[in-house]
T-cell receptor, first 115, second 114 residues
Framework: AQSVAQPEDQVNVAEGNPLTVKCTYSVSGNPYLFWYVQYPNRGLQFLLKYITGDNLVKGSYGFEAEFNKSQTSFHLKKPSALVSDSALYFCAVRDGPNSGYALNFGKGTSLLVTP | DAGVTQSPTHLIKTRGQQVTLRCSPKSGHDTVSWYQQALGQGPQFIFQYYEEEERQRGNFPDRFSGHQFPNYSSELNVNALLLGDSALYLC?????????????FGPGTRLTVL
């Protein structure tokens, strides 16, 4: 079975400070990992993904994520947070090429960036 | 280039009724997935359609059914609505069946069951 855990319900950070949103995963094979962001009353927007290769993945809006196989983590990061980054962030996983087609999402982490 | 579109935006139904939600995939995409997002939760996979057939199904009862049309658009039908079916229903599209491809999501349909 494949699953994702987002241990923090909410992350608070001041504008201009670095931010980290945590995600850990559990799969039987090699994971395909994704980050999405959801603004109020909107659908999910794709930020970035890890499939294979370089452990540091760069994505949209200045976000990046680091894949750590030994810690089974895929934390989302941004060097300098903006107030407009305030939203709900979801980590999702697929169990590699031999998995099914469903994306398995975490419960989400609410990011609040204060001016 | 139009993204994923869904209709209607909002819907209010009563228990026992039936509902149909509609989705048009992003241009060039041929695969449509449906997800249910309850309040305060992450999206839960309902099913995926490819080549007009249900390719994979999540842990949802038979009251949830779907269809994909030759133009790749899709419908989600829910029969005998329960209060617990109240949620945001998200449609996502992707290209072919490459599992490393990201899915692109529509804005969702907010279903309220009274």
């Amino acid at each position: 079975a494949q699953s994702v855990a987002q241990p923090e319900d909410q992350v608070n950070v001041a504008e201009g400070n670095p931010l980290t949103v945590k995600c850990t995963y559990s799969v039987s094979g090699n994971p395909y990992l994704f980050w999405y962001v959801q603004y109020p009353n909107r659908g999910l927007q794709f930020l970035l993904k890890y499939i294979t290769g370089d452990n540091l993945v760069k994505g949209s809006y200045g976000f990046e994520a680091e894949f750590n196989k030994s810690q089974t983590s895929f934390h989302l990061k941004k060097p300098s947070a903006l107030v407009s980054d305030s939203a709900l962030y979801f980590c999702a996983v697929r169990d590699g090429p031999n998995s099914g087609y469903a994306l398995n999402f975490g419960k989400g982490t609410s990011l609040l960036v204060t001016p | 280039d139009a993204g994923v579109t869904q209709s209607p935006t909002h819907l209010i139904k009563t228990r026992g009724q039936q509902v149909t939600l509609r989705c048009s995939p992003k241009s060039g995409h041929d695969t449509v997935s449906w997800y249910q997002q309850a309040l305060g939760q992450g999206p839960q996979f309902i099913f995926q359609y490819y080549e007009e057939e249900e390719r994979q199904r999540g842990n949802f009862p038979d009251r949830f059914s779907g269809h994909q049309f030759p133009n790749y658009s899709s419908e989600l039908n829910v029969n005998a609505l329960l209060l617990g079916d109240s949620a945001l229903y998200l449609c996502a599209s992707s290209l072919v069946d490459r599992k490393h491809n990201e899915q692109f999501f529509g804005p969702g349909t907010r279903l309220t069951v009274l």
